[in-house]
């Protein structure tokens, strides 16, 4: 019961500070930190001792599957440079480098120990860092590099400490850590591939979403054990299974499956994560009192801590900007098209926070070890230190800095010219299936239409006129408002016992289902309205060559007005000028989908008989190649049409 009592009452208080941290706009990592810190003094408040298997076996393998099962493959793989050269070559340098200082303010601690200290520390825990990255808007790069960092530093800093922890007994060679680093990362490579081999044989085989979910639950376990059986580094086996099994799940598993996986881990992680910096401040209270006792005086202690935690940082700060030329690459961003800058690195090498990894790796040091006691505090004071001193100074540099936050702008711009490609593919298929039989229900028009009015809405996101309501929120609310009168209904009916409670709760699920996507998309909605007001041309060549055209004072669709109607939303065309409106106004009407063209982003949203792109079609080419771009309006974002 003490037990039971125990976890109910940590997952209450993660559960609890968390909610609260969101709502202060707090970051709930480092509230939860100090929480656990406070609580590790409270009278009543058990000890609470990490055990090293329970971090390296019941934390860290569903952490990093949760981490890299929704990693882009395609973003590592473009940013494998520098994550290699963070997640290896900095940990090795992080290590020899605290080593070194170390033995100049402890002459007492011998090398072994010292560089086992520096393995402790070296890997940063990126879970804090992408939290905070996400929360404040850090560029979608930056937290690529990081979270491919966190996924494969901790198998580099555990082989180096297997190695510290072996020369504590015996000598060991520069050819048996090199051998021993081989083994381990080939080995993870090959059980992780081994693994996603057999998963995947296995789930092209299964439909059931529960069976399917409960398959994706075992498989961080089943591949960090098979690989540490063969001494090979179990990190390595997660993150290669969990990176390849995410990029083809799309090919292997059954939408229900999908989203059920996509949402089941969404929420280990949720609540392992939080767990995790609440578990590291109750450590607090007996790790300071512990080492009171220890032979090396509270001086030096404090001295070793100091040095330690201002050697990680400045450290890490060395590596970066000394390796910059290779961890940014040369010219613009192939996404965003910028200029990569030094603020990049900066950010990159400020965050740099340390967690329940650094914790768990100093209790791996044997018992028996002279002045261990001095690992478990120095390990202490890193994660607290970086947590709270980096991770709370983190968006206030980021503030300063001025770096871009990703902008719902271009999300919208890109969901919506990605969802247009998606719809030209699928009605290419639909005429084919048409061609081949009758179709007496007019089911074609019915697809069409949808399909339409899904990408209407896409669009409407990017320039609906402030102030009004586009068809697409209107839709939203009145569909919500159906929604809840038809649950009460059935929630009615459910009462009464006339219908069977299977049927009552599948109809349920089914107004579940689409009341959820409704408000997902009132969620971006959402976020492009908080954004403001943009203008931006930096980065991109073609824009750089259009002469800005300041939008008319009273802009207006003459179409619309000559119809009678009202307008959408408005787009000028920045090479012509021309003014026209979006396809979801009352009138426009598209064209039959034999004919649709290939628009160029000044046209991809504009009638198109008329519109503020129509002449610009001819002059761009149905490629959209030249310089025709267009300007939302009012949210006068200039693009470049081959974004």
């Not at 503030?399 to 290419?428: C, E, M, N, Y």
Request: with cysteine; charged share 20%; glycine share 8%.
């Amino acid at each position: 019961m003490e037990i039971a009592l125990l976890l109910l009452a940590v997952a209450v208080t993660v559960l609890t500070v968390t909610a609260l941290s969101e709502k202060r706009d707090l970051p709930a990592p480092l509230t939860l930190v100090v929480v656990g810190v406070a609580a590790s003094y409270l009278p009543g408040v058990p000890e609470v001792h990490l055990e090293p298997e329970e971090v390296l076996l019941g934390l860290l393998p569903p952490l990093l599957y949760a981490a890299a099962v929704t990693t882009s493959l395609v973003d590592f793989n473009a940013n494998r440079r520098p994550i290699l050269l963070l997640s290896v070559g900095l940990v090795v340098f992080s290590t020899l480098g605290v080593a070194a200082v170390l033995r100049l303010v402890v002459p007492d601690l011998d090398w072994p120990l010292a560089l086992a200290i520096g393995a402790v520390v070296a890997p940063p825990d990126a879970v804090a860092a992408t939290a905070i990255g996400r929360r404040i808007g850090l560029p979608r790069r930056v937290v690529t590099i990081l979270e491919g960092e966190s996924l494969l530093n901790d198998a580099t800093a555990l082989v180096a400490l297997r190695m510290a922890i072996a020369a504590l007994g015996s000598s060991v060679t520069l050819w048996e850590i090199g051998l021993d680093f081989v083994v381990a990362a080939g080995g993870g490579v090959l059980v992780g591939g081994l693994t996603f081999l057999v998963v995947g044989f296995v789930r092209k085989r299964v439909t059931d979403p529960l069976l399917d979910t409960a398959i994706s639950l075992v498989i961080p376990f089943a591949a960090y054990i098979a690989a540490e059986e063969i001494h090979a580094s179990g990190v390595v086996a997660v993150v290669v299974a969990g990176l390849l099994l995410g990029h083809v799940a799309p090919l292997l598993q059954t939408a229900p499956s999908r989203i059920a996986e996509r949402t089941n881990w969404r929420t280990i992680a949720y609540i392992l994560e939080n767990t995790v910096f609440l578990l590291i401040g109750l450590q607090a209270d007996w790790l300071i009192r512990e080492v009171g006792g220890s032979e090396l005086g509270a001086r030096t202690t404090v001295l070793a801590c100091a040095a330690t935690l201002a050697a990680v940082v400045v450290l890490r700060l060395l590596w970066v900007f000394a390796a910059r030329a290779l961890l940014m690459r040369p010219g613009p961003d192939p996404v965003t098209g910028e200029k990569v800058s030094w603020r990049y690195s900066l950010l990159i090498g400020w965050a740099g926070m340390r967690g329940v990894v650094t914790l768990a790796a100093a209790f791996v040091v044997p018992l028996d070890t002279e002045h261990r006691e001095i690992v478990l505090i120095v390990a202490f004071t890193v994660v607290a230190g970086t947590l709270l001193g980096q991770g709370l100074t983190l968006p206030w540099l980021a503030r300063r800095l001025g770096v871009p936050s990703p902008d719902p702008h271009d999300d919208a711009l890109a969901r919506a010219t990605l969802l247009q490609q998606a719809a030209k593919a699928g009605f290419r298929r639909l005429d084919e299936l048409a061609a081949e039989g009758d179709d007496p229900h007019h089911v074609r028009e019915l697809i069409v239409q949808r399909i339409e009015q899904r990408n209407f809405a896409a669009w409407e996101r990017l320039g609906t006129t402030e102030g009004e309501e586009s068809p697409s929120d209107l839709y939203a609310r009145w569909r919500g408002e159906m929604i809840d009168a038809e649950r009460r209904r059935v929630l009615e009916i459910r009462s009464t016992g006339a219908v069977p409670s299977e049927v009552v709760s599948d109809v349920l699920a089914m107004l579940d289902v689409e009341e959820s996507m409704l408000d997902a998309a009132d969620a971006a909605r959402a976020d492009l309205r908080t954004t403001g007001r943009v203008q931006r041309r930096d980065g991109c060549e073609h824009l750089a060559h259009v002469p800005l055209l300041d939008p008319p004072a009273e802009p207006a669709c003459a179409d619309c007005l000559a119809e009678g109607t009202r307008w959408v939303a408005l787009r000028m065309c920045l090479t012509c000028g021309n003014v026209g409106c979006c396809d979801s106004s009352p009138a426009a009407t598209p064209p039959p989908t034999s004919a649709r063209p290939s628009i160029p982003s000044c046209a991809r949203s504009s009638r198109t008989r008329t519109g503020a792109g129509a002449s610009c079609i001819t002059r761009a080419g149905e490629g959209g190649a030249g310089i025709a771009a267009s300007v939302v309006i009012p949210a006068l974002l200039d693009r470049c049409n081959g974004q």
